[in-house]
């Protein structure tokens, strides 16, 4: 008796070659050639007849050995066809042993309902092969059995194709394909429902968690309760798939199409059986139908576990604020610990300093981040005083989120989108405050706040909707960036929340805050940005799974899952009573809407505000330095030109150029004449251009321009106003050396004037606008200031006299009316066609054309006449005169002159006719 080698579960088994047919005997010639031969040579030697019998000998012995030779093959074939039939028979048994193994194994590692409940240690068990499928029921599968040899042998070959089956092994679909059960609605719903409490199962609340449209059963199941996990959707009695379903199991009325998101079909043939139809192949397999009550049970069962694991009952409501924040650790100088949310019925404790220095918190609108930030603001103050910590509270969504925390004195403000340019600038105070602290931990020899004791306290920048902050200010990336880099020494903490992380938080915030607190997102890469993996996409967005909360703590290898407390008024209001001095704020006040000149002047120089200068907290007066000797001051209309050119001259009495455009004339062409220390202002010089013909304005911008070059050798200032640049006063005030810009509506407008475009805030306060970049409130000249005009331009009234006069004047009605006016006054009147001369007392009076033609009195009355020019013959005014130079500026159709006399200046003068 042998004893057999037991063979390996995963040894290849091999099987005999097929028995081969024995040769047959060959022909022994030269057995039955010899004896004859021998006969012969006895007969021939011997003489004897009798010798030659025994050449009979050799066929005898010939035919012996052939015969012999069959038996022996015979029997050699019964032989190896027998061993062939016990090695086959061995392969059998030992195919159906390891196919018994290997279907243990496999319903041990995939179990089905039966499975989990005969051996409930596997409940929950992490095993990764088993945590992505379903089992649909049991049929037969490809076997993991391996088998060689047999060749040639139809049993082998049988042998083989046997084993490469296995019966009654679990049928496995993914979990998240989707399963659709078709068939009789009770017995469908039984399958369903087995496959649902299946999943339940294998996976542990906040793994899996089931919706809430589903049977009454699933209500006792731990997982309808659970916030995180894949969504499951059992649908017993038909309907639609969610989108946002990750395990779809739904029944199907016979006749009705599967759901397109079920990507598994299976079609009842029977109460316990059923054609599997998936990936375009079909299975028979055996399914698995629990009854109601049986669901029941193991739901029960299941929640007994989950209480017994996890501390606390499913459902069981958080912890309240109130009790948080008397769980929290007492404050320490090295630490900032606050507990605003809770697990398993337990305090969770978060320290911005240990877990931080800073934290990014994501989340879709209604996810609860505003009240996590709300909790996590009033947990620290609750614990801490406002010298020990304090808050800048940033509100970008246009919402009102930290309104309600006002009163608490460790808040020294909240800024919102409200109001873009009171929180950005308030923003850019953090940089004098990264200083401030700088020098207070060097001089008291500190190397971070937790040595600098009482005398430095930690502050806490908290954003709502870091994104949009950014977005409106993408300067502020560097500057939270820089903050993130050195704020764990200072002292200074940033919370910065966006409703996801892709495009928003650069990599210098995303290296300096460990700290990652992640609610429901709607896209798995934030997820994975923010956590490393992609759970916070699974959480829920049941209105009861709101506050659920990822938090991942510097020294956390996974994200631990949180219920964010709510905040109730009454804690606010009893923190807020205990009184106590204010938290020192980080940056000063904004400017006031209006300054008046009287509070801030001085007898030493030009002041023309109050800068403001949030970067090194600052707002000192600005003063017109002697040294820049012109000053432009643009902006829009109603932007407070008027006021600052009035705020100068009420310092300096200065000349100030009227409006009239006369009068500006007369003013700005004799800006040579003015002595030293005098300053010259020019009221919106671009609308005064326009109204001036293109001669007379080019000849203003002319004189201006050369005031603005030797304003510092002669000692003059000259300050001028415009709205929009254009030409000339572009190029003018280019010259200049000191530029304000004001308010203007548009961001166009501000570039144009020689404006950043980030430094343009639309509705500025009337006298507000930037020098450079600096924001400055310009001050205001009370009302009764007085000013010094340089008077209105001056005009003369010409009357005919004991000199001869030549007058140019158009014939018509005016002529007509001035000729005998003058008459009436005793006047010599005549006209200029036909005359010799000019006499003394006599007035001649002509066209243009007419005097033109009169050469040798056009040229006695240049040299000895009063020669009097019409401003409406304008274009012939040199040809008449004889001169280059242009006239003072006249207004057209004010029978208005010009008196030209010998050895003076031509004037300006009225021809009336009253």
Not at 564 to 578: K, M, N
Request: proline letters at 7%.
């Amino acid at each position: 008796m042998t004893t057999s080698i037991p063979v390996l579960p995963d040894e290849p088994l091999t099987l005999p070659r097929a028995a081969m047919p024995a040769p047959r005997p060959p022909l022994p010639l030269l057995t039955a050639i010899v004896p004859v031969a021998g006969a012969v040579v006895l007969w021939a030697v011997t003489g004897s007849v009798y010798a030659l019998w025994f050449a009979l000998l050799g066929p005898l012995i010939a035919v012996a050995s052939i015969a012999d030779g069959a038996r022996n093959s015979r029997r050699l074939r019964r032989r190896d066809t027998a061993e062939a039939a016990r090695a086959i028979d061995r392969t059998r048994r030992e195919v159906a042993r390891r196919h018994d193994v290997e279907r243990e194994e496999r319903w041990t590692r995939h179990p089905d309902v039966l499975g989990y409940l005969r051996h409930p240690a596997s409940i929950w068990r992490a095993v990764p092969e088993r945590e992505g499928v379903l089992v649909v029921g049991a049929g037969d599968g490809r076997s993991e059995v391996r088998i060689s040899g047999g060749e040639g042998d139809q049993q082998a070959i049988d042998v083989r194709r046997d084993a490469a089956r296995i019966a009654r092994v679990p049928v496995l679909v993914p979990m998240t394909a989707g399963v659709a059960v078709i068939g009789p609605q009770p017995f469908a719903a039984a399958v369903a429902r087995g496959l649902a409490l299946q999943a339940c199962l294998c996976l542990a609340p906040g793994r899996v968690r089931l919706g809430d449209e589903g049977p009454s059963w699933a209500d006792a199941a731990p997982h309808r309760h659970a916030a995180t996990g894949h969504l499951l959707q059992l649908s017993e009695d038909g309907g639609l798939v969610g989108a946002d379903v990750d395990i779809p199991i739904v029944v199907v009325a016979e006749g009705a199409p599967p759901p397109p998101r079920c990507a598994a079909v299976l079609r009842l043939t029977g109460p316990a059986r059923a054609r599997l139809d998936i990936d375009g192949r079909t299975h028979d397999v055996d399914v698995e139908p629990i009854s109601l009550g049986q669901a029941v049970q193991a739901a029960n069962m299941l929640t007994t576990r989950a209480e017994s694991a996890l501390g606390h009952r499913a459902g069981e409501a958080p912890l309240p604020l109130d009790d948080l924040i008397r769980l929290a650790p007492a404050p320490r100088p090295d630490a900032l610990v606050a507990s605003f949310a809770s697990v398993t019925a337990e305090a969770l404790a978060v320290d911005l300093v240990r877990d931080g220095p800073h934290a990014v918190v994501i989340g879709v609108t209604g996810s609860g981040k505003s009240e996590l930030l709300t909790s996590w603001v009033v947990s620290l103050c609750a614990r801490h005083t406002p010298q020990q910590v304090a808050f800048l509270l940033v509100d970008f969504k246009g919402g009102r989120t930290f309104d309600h925390l006002l009163p608490l004195p460790h808040v020294t403000g909240v800024l919102t989108d409200l109001d873009e340019a009171a929180a950005v600038r308030a923003i850019e105070s953090l940089r004098a405050e990264v200083r401030h602290r700088e020098r207070v931990l060097g001089g008291l020899g500190a190397r971070d706040v937790a040595e600098a004791g009482d005398a430095l306290g930690r502050l806490v920048i908290v954003v709502d909707e870091y994104a949009a902050l950014v977005a409106a200010q993408p300067g502020l990336h560097d500057l939270f960036g820089d903050l993130a880099a050195r704020g764990r020494a200072l002292g200074i903490h940033l919370v910065l929340s966006a409703q996801r992380a892709a495009g928003v938080f650069r990599d210098a915030v995303l290296a300096n805050a460990p700290l990652r607190i992640a609610l429901r997102v709607t896209d798995a890469a934030d997820s994975r940005a923010v956590l490393g993996v992609d759970d916070a996409s699974r959480l829920s967005g049941r209105p009861h799974a709101r506050g659920v909360a990822l938090i991942r703590r510097a020294g956390d290898t996974v994200p631990q899952a949180a219920q964010v407390a709510r905040c109730e008024g009454g804690t606010i209001e009893e923190i807020a009573g205990r009184g106590g001095d204010p938290a020192r704020r980080p940056w000063l006040p904004a400017l006031p809407p209006r300054i008046d000149l009287d509070g801030i002047r001085r007898a030493d120089a030009v002041v023309l505000g109050i800068a403001d200068e949030p970067e090194l907290q600052r707002q000192s007066p600005v003063v017109w330095h002697p040294a820049d000797t012109s000053l432009a001051v643009i902006g829009g209309p109603s932007s407070g030109r008027s006021s600052v050119l009035r705020t100068i001259a009420d310092q300096t009495g200065a000349v100030v150029i009227p409006s009239d455009a006369e009068g500006a004339w007369d003013g700005i062409t004799r800006l040579a004449d003015l002595p030293a220390g005098s300053t010259v202002v020019v009221d919106d010089l671009d609308a005064l251009v326009a109204r001036l013909p293109g001669e007379y304005g080019a000849q203003v911008l002319d004189a201006l321009e050369s005031a603005v070059r030797g304003g510092r050798a002669r000692g003059i200032r000259v300050c001028v106003s415009a709205q929009r640049l254009h030409g000339g006063v572009a190029r003018l005030i280019e010259g200049m050396h000191r530029r304000v810009i004001l308010g203007f509506a548009s961001r166009a407008d501000h570039v144009a004037a020689g404006g950043e475009a980030s430094d343009h805030v639309a509705d500025l306060p009337v006298g507000r606008g930037r020098i450079g970049r600096t924001l400055v409130q310009f001050a205001v000249a009370s009302d009764e200031a007085t000013v010094r005009s340089a008077g209105a331009g001056s005009v003369l009234s010409w009357q005919p006299g004991r000199r001869a006069a030549a007058v140019v004047l158009p014939a018509g009605r005016r002529s007509r009316r001035l000729v005998a006016q003058w008459e009436s006054w005793g006047v010599e009147v005549a006209t200029v066609e036909g005359a010799t001369e000019l006499r003394r007392g006599t007035v001649l009076v002509g066209p243009p054309d007419a005097w033109l033609a009169q050469w040798r009195l056009l040229a006695q009355a240049r040299a000895e006449a009063d020669l009097i020019v019409d401003a409406a013959c304008a274009a012939e005014y040199r040809a008449l005169v004889g001169a280059r130079d242009l006239p003072p500026f006249a207004l057209p159709g004010a029978d208005r002159a010009w008196w030209n006399a010998p050895d003076r200046m031509p004037r300006r003068i009225v021809l009336a006719a009253d």
